[in-house]
């Protein structure tokens, strides 16, 4: 076992979203470093039409459709960006992961295999849900060809520019098939970044497990045989124990030392991805901030003048107007933006 072999999605993830972090020993094939350039250059090409389509769309297009992909551009770059920068670092971890594991024994491999296995089927649906779901929405105005032959900006799903419009039919399906490969490659990327943080979280844990567990099969074994003593039976384990006492403490200063590095890695990438899925909420909840608007505009257009059956039902479309719509399991609480503040604050 190895921190390779040990979690297949992770290193299946790594490769197909060409974001190839280190995971291990194994050199990768020029047909592989040729796979992530033309991922990289695609990447390239979906981030520049993004931007030049977010500025020369209508800001109201530009705010609902193209936020949370930019916000999502930003987070896998920025995280990416930190683990290449820390690539030795990686790596002096890995290898101090593989010389445990290649000396592990029954109870190891049982508990590193259980710390992984709960979360590998949930992974496996988020990502291909998440890919499916990105492409099917990004490539649905490709439909449009059948309806009409001079398209906008505004009938792509997602902000984008490549030429200046109007524009043919040939330009709308080539230009939506590159947006839909780029931003399936984009969840992509975001998805293997979050898959190898948490295989290393895992593997982390998985060892103060063990401890755990050993400590205890050592200390009970310990007792037994202190009770055998007792009854009269001659015994020579304790300096087995103690030798194995002290192969645990090596083993704990081993461990211990990876949490300073695994910190020194992770612990921005977590604190940005924490406050990222925070925004995505408060952002949600912005846009649903129009559920309390409905009556507002209609407001000074002259209601009053009209009949009391109109007046009266007027007004209560004001007073269902204060029923504002919440997504939130409790009722004094609401996702907006002062509510992200308010946390990013407190933080």
Not at 118 to 125: A, D, G, L, R, V
Request: glycine letters at 4%.
């Amino acid at each position: 076992m190895d921190f390779e072999n040990a979690n297949f999605l992770n290193s299946l993830v790594n490769m197909i979203s060409g974001n190839f972090l280190p995971i291990g020993n194994s050199r990768i094939s020029v047909i592989w470093h040729i796979y992530s350039a033309a991922v990289w250059l695609i990447e390239l090409i979906h981030t520049i039409a993004l931007t030049v389509g977010i500025i020369l769309s209508p800001k109201e297009k530009s705010l609902k459709d193209g936020t949370i992909a930019v916000v999502i551009t930003l987070e896998a770059s920025f995280m990416l960006t930190r683990l290449y920068l820390r690539k030795k670092l990686m790596e002096e971890l890995i290898e101090k992961m593989n010389d445990i594991l290649q000396s592990a024994d029954e109870i190891m491999e049982d508990i590193v295999k259980s710390a992984i296995k709960p979360i590998t089927m949930p992974f496996i649906i988020y990502g291909v849900t998440g890919v499916v779901t990105v492409a099917i929405w990004t490539v649905q105005p490709i439909l449009l060809v059948f309806e009409k032959s001079t398209f906008y900006y505004v009938d792509y799903n997602l902000p984008t520019a490549f030429n200046s419009e109007p524009f043919s039919s040939r330009v709308l399906i080539f230009t939506t098939i590159i947006m839909t490969i780029g931003s399936s490659y984009l969840f992509l990327k975001k998805f293997g970044v979050d898959v190898y943080m948490m295989h290393l979280v895992l593997m982390l844990t998985a060892q103060y497990r063990y401890t755990a567990i050993k400590l205890t099969v050592l200390f009970r074994d310990l007792q037994n045989c202190h009770d055998e003593a007792q009854k009269g039976h001659s015994s020579m384990e304790d300096r087995w124990t103690e030798r194995e006492l002290r192969r645990l403490c090596h083993h704990q200063n081993i461990v211990l030392n990876m949490s300073f590095i695994l910190k020194k890695l992770l612990s921005v990438n977590f604190s940005i991805l924490y406050i990222n899925n925070v925004f995505r909420f408060c952002f949600i909840g912005i846009l649903l901030s129009a559920s309390t608007e409905i009556t507002d505009k209609a407001f000074d257009e002259g209601w009053y003048q009209y009949g009391t059956s109109m007046k009266r039902t007027f007004m209560l479309l004001i007073m269902s107007n204060c029923l504002e719509c919440r997504i939130a399991a409790i009722g004094k609480f609401n996702l907006s933006l002062p509510s992200f503040m308010t946390v990013k604050f407190i933080n």
